[in-house]
T-cell receptor, first 112, second 113 residues
Framework: GESVGLHLPTLSVQEGDNSIINCAYS??????FIWYKQESGKGPQFIIDIRSNMDKRQGQRVTVLLNKTVKHLSLQIAATQPGDSAVYFCAENMPSGSRLTFGEGTQLTVNP | EAGVTQSPTHLIKTRGQQATLRCSPISGHTSVYWYQQALGLGLQFLLWYDEGEERNRGNFPPRFSGRQFPNYSSELNVNALELEDSALYLC????????????FGPGTRLTVL
């Protein structure tokens, strides 16, 4: 079946560097995408979302880019901090059914 | 404003028993979703309730069931527990069905011995 997947299962960066987490999706009908952050032992926390009629959306220190041509989603974190260490999931929403399909997750580790 | 709450935080059961997990959505949210997250794995969609009705179901056996109450809170029941049911069970809520952000609770850690 169609799924959302992540290119890199782990990412290690130095504090202060920028981080980029990538995600590929296969359902061209998906019209809404969300990035979640999950710290150990906690539920996923909403970071930022983007709808399919947009290419880029910025939040506080985070930017999501959507490339519908190649069905690729990325999350950019500026000036990465130790508190950013977590697993990051991308999720896509199918128009018919209001269910999210999650990728496998990328473990981001920020080294001091 | 309170977020999504779940109870209990931890639950330990033995094989063959039944487990009941509870979720209270954010005030004003009518849709509730349940996900299973096995250790080290991603989130697998279980069930979606909206306005008291089951709207969609993931690829799980019938012993996973649930309901949504008039106040929009929800229960997830797992019958005839198996060892592989051990996981973090996450509940999420959204304002309405359709394209809308889902907000997650902290989860219930179910351990089946």
């Amino acid at each position: 079946g169609e799924s959302v997947g992540l290119h890199l299962p782990t990412l290690s960066v130095q504090e202060g560097d920028n981080s980029i987490i990538n995600c590929a999706y296969s359902n061209s009908a998906s019209d809404y995408f969300i990035w979640y952050k999950q710290e150990s032992g906690k539920g996923p926390q909403f970071i930022i979302d983007i709808r399919s009629n947009m290419d880029k959306r910025q939040g506080q220190r985070v930017t999501v880019l959507l490339n519908k041509t190649v069905k690729h989603l990325s999350l950019q974190i500026a000036a990465t901090q130790p508190g950013d260490s977590a697993v990051y999931f991308c999720a896509e929403n199918m128009p018919s059914g209001s269910r999210l399909t999650f990728g496998e997750g990328t473990q981001l580790t920020v080294n001091p | 404003e309170a977020g999504v709450t779940q109870s209990p935080t931890h639950l330990i059961k033995t094989r063959g028993q039944q487990a009941t997990l509870r979720c209270s959505p954010i005030s004003g949210h009518t849709s509730v979703y349940w996900y299973q997250q096995a250790l080290g794995l991603g989130l697998q969609f279980l069930l979606w309730y909206d306005e008291g009705e089951e709207r969609n179901r993931g690829n799980f056996p019938p012993r996973f069931s649930g309901r949504q109450f008039p106040n929009y809170s929800s229960e997830l029941n797992v019958n005839a527990l198996e060892l592989e049911d051990s996981a973090l069970y996450l509940c999420a809520s959204s304002l309405a069905w359709g394209v809308d952000t889902q907000y997650f609770g902290p989860g219930t850690r179910l351990t089946v011995l």
